[in-house]
């Protein structure tokens, strides 16, 4: 693996020559990755996609680096886990890290990933909502069943989530698993995340007969995911943290509509302060990422 070094210092490539690691894998975080229709018509068809090697082994080590390294210093859960909720034994969950961190800035703001969802939700462009770090736990519960967008007052299905897994994720680390095809489905669509979600969500998932989709990711694989995709994650089986990174993108000309309930109040303030019901959202908290 590469030696990485701070600030663009040269470092030792594992083919043993000098290389400027920090820029050329920052390089990779805005070159262009292209789609082919078939993956769109999939999303389009699903809601949601994994791709494969979207991102470098050596692009990862960096981002694993930088992220955890923000992860160590902002996290202010410090419960034992069996001292927690559902919700609270899923995750560590480390919001909007981009605005404390010009390096994590650099990571978030990713063209090439922009770009991709862009492409995805078949639109001219996308903004930020928010991104997160959700770290589960060695020995962390699961994730239950839930559809994103429950907690957004956004007034278009135009959504989409990048889910980063900063390493290999086999099924013992509790990867990302998706009911395909299931954002036309309308039950369910008022479930927090919590016991609740997961055991209604998991019957109306499976006598609707949506195909359950539960599948390691390999290194430098990514997936997106729709707002009203509903999805869900297993439990941390292994003695490591499952560190992932994540970025919630919308179109570019996404309007704010007047919030259905608490979550989507809050939501309004923390995320999307300064926007007005029914008016396109375009403040500096929601920056423009990429745009044809
Ligand atoms: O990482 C997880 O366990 C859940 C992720 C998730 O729900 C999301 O990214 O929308």
Redesign the pocket.
Known sequence: MVELCAGGAPGVSRFGGMVDITHSVLRELDEPFDLTQEQVTFFKENGFIKLKQVLSPDLLTYMDQTITREVHRLNTQHLPLEQRDTYGK??LQIMNIWVYSPSVREIVFSERLAKLATDLLEVEGVRLYHDQA?Y?EPGGGI?PW?A?QYYWPLASDRTV?V?IPLQATPMEL?P?EFSAGSFGLQTGRDLQIGDESQQKLQDALKSGGYRHVVEPFELGEVSF?LGWTF?R?GANKTDRMRK?M?MIYMDKDMRLKSPENQNQIEDWSRWLPGSLIGESIHSASNPLLFEY
């Open positions: 899923a995750f959700l589960k994730t839930h994103d989530t889910w509790g990302l995911h999805h994650a992932v994540t």
